[in-house]
């Protein structure tokens, strides 16, 4: 097998801060901001998609850029974001505040 046959291994990075799991990959498999001025890269689909929305959100509406907006499956609210329907079900259904487990 040939040197350029054999693929790459993905890199993988990991904190070890005290009490931290985080673990992602390396800057390899990073995907860069589709606007074309903005140079920001992102491990996963979901965090680009989010940033696109949040910084570029004019850009992300005429370019037709596919939207992350969500919808409370227990009362109907519509949300901008997933993650916001995900706080809104921990603190409007199950009672809990922000940075309660």
Not at 47 to 60: D, G, L, P, S
Request: charged share 40%; proline share 4%.
């Amino acid at each position: 097998m040939a040197a350029a046959d054999v693929p790459k291994p993905r890199t993988r990075v990991r904190c070890y801060w005290k009490g931290c799991s985080f673990r992602g990959r390396g800057q390899e498999s990073a995907q860069k901001c589709p606007k074309h001025d903005c140079e920001l890269q992102f491990d996963e689909e979901k965090e680009k998609r989010r940033h696109v929305w949040t910084k570029h959100i004019n850009w992300a509406t005429s370019a037709g850029y596919p939207k992350i907006n969500g919808q409370c499956d227990l009362c109907g609210k519509v949300y901008k974001r997933g993650d916001y329907v995900t706080r809104h079900k921990r603190e409007e259904h199950e009672g809990k505040k922000r940075g309660e487990k």
